[in-house]
Nanobody
């Protein structure tokens, strides 16, 4: 499965962006999907994840209440709606797919497939 993240860009603080994650070479329907981010000089950080059927979602503390993860299995895609963006949200955002379960869904090691990343820059 090849993943491709898109939708990043430059936005002012308080603004919104919607990231998309598309897949080719396989179906995402059986995988948990996650979004992670990495800022310069920092470790990769869990942002959000969603279980295969979309029934359960998980968020990192720093984005809870501002970001919304969703998926459309029929379109083999996932999305991250980012609202009320802050300068500290600036990072490269990666989408990932894997057989993660509830206890591992926040761990990047639970994901086997990764997209190339999309840059999000939030100006103050």
């Amino acid at each position: 499965v090849q993943l491709q993240a898109s939708g990043g860009g430059l936005v002012q603080a308080g603004g919104s962006l919607r990231l998309s994650c598309g897949a080719s070479g396989g179906t995402l329907s059986g995988y948990s999907l996650g979004w992670f981010r990495q800022a310069p000089g920092k470790e990769r950080e869990f942002v959000a994840a969603i279980r295969p059927n979309g029934g359960s979602t998980y968020y990192g503390d720093s984005v809870k209440g501002r970001f919304i993860i969703s998926r459309e299995n029929v379109k083999n895609s996932a999305y991250l709606q980012m609202n009320s963006l802050k300068p500290e949200d600036t990072a490269v955002y990666y989408c990932a797919a894997g057989r993660a379960i509830t206890s591992t869904i926040r761990n990047s090691r639970a994901y086997n497939y990764w997209g190339q990343g999309t840059q999000v820059t939030v100006s103050s």
